[in-house]
């Protein structure tokens, strides 16, 4: 077929005949003869370069002339579309004009148009949106008379908000959950201005809810015109009642039990961008309902640890307590994992019928969130605690409490809980049974009235069980010497902390009887082959075990900071011995770029010297002034002959250097007694603290006969290993302190 040629095409002659209209007639209301007065000029000074894709809203500016008169105001349109391309009843009439008298302003255009999806945070999607406008101004002069229009196109363009469901929480995204038949949702809603990290609040959401299919949320991202039905009305994001960012399902719908579910919420900003984009892990909830199980209740005793419970059906915790045992209970609910909310407590004791309002100590109420101090002489007690949803489901907790008399009648007891054997000895490295035993027993003898026979409890023997809590409250004062690395000695089981972000139905925090024997006015001297997983350290779970260690800030893993679980600070490391950072001669080093460069040849102990600056240790003069080795263990050829390598089994406590590099101090009632010199002064841990009083408790006499206050000790190394006289005269000041020194 022919072309013919010189002659414009239909559409270019309707869109010259439009622009002809909107820029040849001034629509003036002058009346008189036109020319006496000559139309005023206007041009646009500021704004986007025409074509460009900018912002949603964006600042023009305009500047007006008239050569016989003055501009009086200005007028402008906004129309969708190019000037080849917009509408031209848009600017027809006068009543399409807005009138302006300033010379510039922010104008807010739609970006309605969805365009490609794109990520804008960890499991955040949202979508380009775009929009061709054209802006028109002109100029109105003080004869009515009005210019021509300038104008420019562009693109507005946005991200697209999103909403991102906050509750019934979902450790799965994308999984199925499981709710109950009236669940709250909320969310929070976020519109990307320019870009990911530039945020502000939508202007409405809108839900739906709808039954489950294996391709609803494919079907949403392909054809959301398909569902448009099924949306609510666009509510304001501030609307009253939080109903911008919450709605309760199944109080107007109708859910049924055993049925699968879809819900999903979508935001709209003020440039008329929504949420494009349905992901499961963001704005969209697959749920099933059922019988939701009851809140999970977590429940704190200050001495016993925290526990949890969901439902009716627990385990009952036990426990075996000393008479006069202060029982300090306080507990949480929380039941937003189904969506529901914990509406009441009650706790009661020895309740005998649970559906009796009249045996419970209080009646329900949200503000019941502990319960009184309270102590038991003698029997058995059961403490109850139940926790209510808005939807009448309940967890019930049982404590149960045997009461066994308190006597500390005994001076001192020796829990060997150091395991050997008696091969013949070559090099010193360790001891056997019968000289780690004789040494001891020589130790204990020096104090008044200690038994060999009776007051000497070994672990070996007892498969590495720590003693009865029964055998401790027998005596005022408890030595307890241990062994390490091999993870079953009675002490690591003992002071072993679990984080309280690690609580779970079947992990619970062990109730540490020897940290509550510690405040009950009970002394204790505690020591032991501290390097590898021993000590102090064995207080972290054996992952945990690099050092060095803040135990306020990283009980639960390795850390820069304390925004985490700061549970450390119950630890009976930290709360007992006022210990805040655990390091070792010989540790599993920290991966740290702050770690300072350690050598096992500069920081091996050569030998300890006494704290001259502690008020607590020098006022007892009798201390020795020098720890040395013993000398049969430096003798040439032992395994810890100066000549090769100094002493390894050690533990260092608040060490110098890293305390400064986290910014920390220690513990008032931290106390140091003796401080190691290294095999060489360069070394990093050089003067720090290896041994050292406790004063946590020490204002705290027993309820026993002829107690006394006083502080506690700790060595971070095994006293075999040192000078016999001085060892002696160390026991002769801490028995003293003690009240039952025989010399």
């Known amino acids: 077929m022919m072309r013919m040629r010189g002659y414009p095409s239909i559409a270019v002659l309707v869109c010259a005949l439009a622009l002809a209209c909107l820029f040849g007639c001034d629509e003036s209301t002058f009346i008189g003869d036109p020319a006496l007065n000559q139309a005023p000029t206007v041009r646009l000074t500021g704004g986007p370069p025409e074509g460009d894709t900018t912002s949603y809203r964006i600042k023009f500016s305009w500047m007006g002339n008239d050569p016989d008169g003055t501009v009086e105001g200005y007028e402008y349109v906004m129309c969708d579309g190019s000037p080849g391309g917009f509408d031209p009843a848009d600017t027809t009439g006068l009543g399409a004009w807005t009138k302006i008298h300033c010379t510039d302003s922010t104008f807010a255009f739609s970006a309605s148009e969805n365009g490609e999806e794109v990520n804008v945070g960890v499991g955040k999607y949202s979508s380009y949106c775009r929009r061709v406008h054209t802006f028109f101004i002109r100029a109105v002069d003080d004869k009515g008379t009005r210019s021509r229009a300038a104008y420019r196109s562009f693109t507005a363009s946005t991200l697209a908000p999103y909403a991102v469901i906050e509750s019934p929480h979902n450790a799965f995204a994308g999984r199925e959950q499981q709710l109950p038949s009236l669940v709250r949702f909320t969310w929070r809603g976020e519109d990307p201005i320019d870009d990911p990290w530039n945020v502000q609040e939508p202007e409405s959401i809108r839900y739906f809810l709808a039954t489950h299919s294996l391709s609803i949320i494919e079907d949403l991202n392909r054809n959301p015109e398909n569902f448009e039905s099924r949306w609510c009305p666009w509510i304001p994001y501030h609307a009253p009642g939080d109903s911008g960012t919450s709605t309760i399902i199944g109080d107007d719908e109708i859910v049924a039990k055993g049925f699968g579910y879809i819900f999903a919420v979508q935001a709209k900003d003020e440039a008329g961008a929504v949420t494009s984009v349905f992901d499961a892990g963001q704005n969209v909830r697959i749920f099933r309902v059922f019988n939701p199980p009851g809140p999970l209740l977590t429940v704190r005793e200050r001495n016993l640890g925290s526990y949890t419970f969901i439902g009716g059906r627990n385990r009952v915790e036990t426990f075996r307590v000393p008479g006069g045992f202060t029982l300090d209970f306080g507990w949480t609910a929380d039941a937003s994992a189904y969506g529901a909310i914990v509406s009441s407590y009650r706790y009661g004791w020895d309740v005998v019928d649970l559906s009796d309002p ?16 309270t102590s038991f002489r003698a ?31 005994r001076n001192l007891l020796w829990v060997d809980d150091f395991y050997s054997t008696n091969f013949p000895q070559t090099s010193y490295a360790f001891p056997t049974e019968k000289e780690h035993d004789d040494f001891w027993l020589h130790v204990c003898s020096r104090a008044r009235d200690f038994d060999p026979g009776s007051d000497v409890y070994e672990t070996a023997s007892k498969s590495f069980l720590e003693p009865d809590i029964e055998i401790l409250w027998k005596y005022k004062n ?8 091999d993870d079953v000695m009675a002490w690591d089981d003992m002071v072993r902390f679990t984080p309280e972000s690690w609580i779970t139905e079947t992990r619970s925090a062990r ?7 510690a405040s009950a006015g009970g002394h204790i001297w505690t020591e032991g082959k501290s390097d590898s997983r021993g000590g102090l350290g064995a207080v972290l779970s054996i992952t945990n075990q690099s050092f060095p260690r803040n135990l306020r800030c990283e009980i639960a893993g390795q850390s820069t900071g304390c925004e985490g679980d700061t549970s450390g600070v119950n630890s009976i490391a930290y709360r007992t011995y006022c210990v805040t950072v655990i390091d070792k001669v010989r540790p599993a080093p920290r991966i740290d770029p702050r770690m300072p460069d350690r050598r096992i040849d500069y920081d091996a102990m050569a030998h300890a010297f006494k704290d001259t600056r502690e008020p607590l240790t020098t006022g007892h003069p009798d201390l020795p002034n020098k720890l040395t080795l013993w000398s049969q263990v430096t003798k040439d050829g032992m395994f810890f002959d100066p000549k090769v390598q100094g002493f390894t089994y050690v533990e260092v406590y608040n060490p110098t250097y890293w305390m400064r590099t986290i910014n920390t101090s220690r513990q008032l009632c931290f106390s140091p007694m003796y401080r190691m010199r290294t095999r060489n002064v360069l070394s990093a841990i050089n003067g720090d603290v290896v041994a050292f009083w406790t004063t946590r408790f020490a204002g705290v006499i027993a309820d026993a006969p002829n107690a006394v206050d006083a502080p506690s000790v700790h060595f971070g190394f095994p006293l075999w290993f040192f000078n016999r006289a001085q060892v002696d005269s160390i026991a002769d000041v801490i028995f003293d302190e003690w009240a039952i020194g025989a010399y």
């Open 511 to 517: 109730f540490n009887y020897l940290a509550y024997y």
């Open 478 to 485: 408890i030595i307890w010497t241990y062994s390490a690395g």
């Open 379 to 409: 029997g058995v007690h059961t403490l109850y605690i139940e926790a209510t949803d808005n939807m009448g489901t309940t967890t019930l907790a049982q404590f149960e409490f045997t009461i066994f008399p308190m006597k500390m009648t």
């Open 358 to 373: 009249s045996e419970w100590d209080v009646l329900p109420s949200p503000l019941v969130r502990a319960a009184p101090l």
